[in-house]
């Protein structure tokens, strides 16, 4: 059989043959899976997280506050909103916690801010 006649097949089962092509082939699957490692890791770090919250009154503020504390949250401020057409309150905790289970948490929050009669306005990753 001469190389003209050889198979395709017959092709890529020497390149896996060849030394060199393997030890290429492991160095780009070891640097990929290093990679995904890397981001598995980030995705699964514990970070700080930030949730803010809008209420219209001081006392739901502070309910909300003390509910949130005993979840877990540091409880980082409650401050009156600057803003002239919108009287109230923002609260902002600080969660230590996966920026997977955050995402997973949103849900959660929002039911609970309408317990209070708030407003969640999302959470934020603090990049230090």
């Known amino acids: 059989m001469d190389d003209k006649s050889e198979t395709k097949e017959n092709k890529e ?5 060849d030394p060199k ?15 995904i490692s890397s981001k598995a890791e980030h995705v699964e770090a514990i970070e ?17 506050s003390e509910e949130l504390t005993v979840m877990g949250h540091q409880v980082k ?7 002239e057409e919108q009287d109230g309150f923002y609260v902002e905790t600080i969660e230590k916690t996966t920026l997977a289970r955050a995402a997973l948490n949103a ?5 609970l ?3 209070f009669d708030a407003v969640y306005d999302g959470w934020a990753h603090i990049i230090k």
């Open 48 to 64: 700080e997280i930030e949730h803010t919250f809008f209420l219209e009154n001081m006392d739901n503020a502070q309910a909300l």
């Open 107 to 111: 849900a959660n929050l929002e039911v």
């Open 77 to 83: 401020s409650i401050e009156k909103t600057d803003d």
């Open 13 to 17: 089962f020497k390149a896996n043959k």
């Open 21 to 35: 092509a393997s030890k290429d082939s492991k160095e780009k699957k070891a640097k990929k899976t290093k990679e």
């Open 113 to 115: 801010a309408q317990e």
